[in-house]
């Protein structure tokens, strides 16, 4: 029990941590609304497991001993959140006034396949999480019990604090979406945005193993 709450404590201030998935959530929840940007939590969720899973399995041991595929994974991350940057900080009406129905944001600008996809490439593509997984969860299993029912007991506590953290930030954005009427204060969120997300591709290409 005492492992499972400093696991719990150590994934809780990884997921409310800035980060690329933290700062997409935020962008997602003030361009289309909570309903929209809910895509986009469940496509950086499935990049969760799949990470986590791989983690288990020994593949990511696999990709960290070879040099070559895990600096391809870094100039491929790296590159995805630059391009994300460049196209949010060029984008024009990203936070401008979207007509409101009801509670909700209508917006028809992006399908729900296509943000699901964009959180899910922001996940996979960061070697950072690569790294945190391989170093996290196997340091909570123990070979000798029943690593399923390990894993799972992990994955679950992990998987909710994190749709809980990324749900927050859409849901505390798409709020603030509503009272944003200055479109100069809109442009300089999405330049704001543009630019963080640029930092973290620049950053990811310079990480060490």
């Known amino acids: 029990m005492v492992e499972y709450i400093i696991f719990l404590s150590i994934s809780a201030a990884t997921s409310f ?12 929840g ?23 899973t791989a983690s288990v399995l020994g593949l990511s041991t696999i990709i960290l001993a070879s040099s070559a595929l895990f600096l391809g994974i870094k100039i491929l991350g790296g590159c995805y959140l630059i391009y994300l940057g460049i196209k949010i900080w060029s984008s024009k009406n990203s ?13 028809e600008t992006r399908s729900n396949l296509s943000i699901y996809r964009e959180g899910f490439l922001v996940c996979i593509t960061n070697p950072k999480a690569i790294v945190f997984f391989t170093a996290l969860f196997p340091q909570f299993i123990d070979p000798s019990e029943n690593v399923t ?6 994955m679950i506590g992990f998987l909710i604090q994190s749709i809980f953290c990324m749900t927050s ?14 479109t100069d204060i ?24």
């Open 95 to 107: 936070f401008e006034a979207i007509p409101m129905e009801g509670d909700q944001i209508a917006s």
């Open 17 to 28: 941590s800035p980060g690329p998935a933290v700062f997409l959530s935020i962008r997602n």
């Open 149 to 154: 029912a390990q894993f799972l007991t992990l």
């Open 186 to 209: 809109a442009r300089w969120l999405n330049k704001i945005t543009g630019a963080i997300f640029v930092v973290f591709g620049a950053a990811i290409m310079k990480l060490n193993r």
């Open 30 to 52: 003030a361009n289309y609304g909570l309903g929209k940007a809910f895509y986009g939590v469940l496509g950086n969720t499935s990049g969760i497991i799949l990470l986590a």
């Open 169 to 182: 930030y859409a849901a505390l954005s798409s709020k603030l979406h509503i009272k944003l009427g200055n």
